[in-house]
C-alpha cells in the first residue's frame, strides 16, 4: 500500500490533492486537527492533516491498453518462441539416443580400451 501525508487549510483542500496524487480510489486513513507554532504561543493556524493510501496493485493513471494489432503480434511473436523452444527439446533428445562414433588416435584407443577393461 502507497501512503502519504498530507497537510491542508481545509478538508476539501486535502481532498484535492490526494485525488490529484493518488487517484479517485485513494482511501482516508486518518485525519487530524493541528496547529502550526505562532509567535509566543499566539497566532497559531490551525490546518488538517491527513494519511491517505492507496493499493500499490492500482494505478492513479489511466492505464494505457495495448492495441489489438500490437496485441496479435505479441502472442505470434510468443507463440513462434514456443515453437522454436519445441523443435530444440527434440533436437537435443535425438542426439542424446546417438551413440557417439568418436575415433581416436592409436594411442588413445589402447588407453581407452585399457581402462574399460580393469572395470
Not at 485525519?31 to 491517505?52: P, T
Request: aromatic share 4%; no cysteine; charged share 30%.
Amino acid at each position: 500500500m502507497k501512503m502519504k501525508k498530507y497537510t491542508a487549510d481545509t478538508m476539501p483542500e486535502a481532498m484535492k490533492l490526494i485525488r490529484k496524487e493518488l487517484g479517485e480510489e485513494a482511501v482516508i486513513l486518518s485525519s487530524k486537527v493541528v496547529y502550526s507554532k505562532g509567535f509566543l504561543g499566539l497566532f497559531k493556524k490551525k490546518s488538517i492533516e491527513v494519511l491517505a493510501g492507496m493499493d500499490s496493485m492500482e494505478s492513479p493513471e489511466p492505464s494505457l491498453e495495448k492495441p489489438a494489432i500490437q496485441q496479435v503480434q505479441e502472442d505470434l511473436h510468443s507463440i513462434a518462441i514456443k515453437k522454436e523452444l519445441e523443435d530444440l527439446k527434440q533436437m537435443v533428445k535425438t542426439i542424446g539416443r546417438q551413440q557417439p562414433n568418436r575415433t581416436y588416435p592409436d594411442e588413445l584407443e589402447a588407453l581407452i580400451h585399457h581402462s574399460r577393461s580393469k572395470n
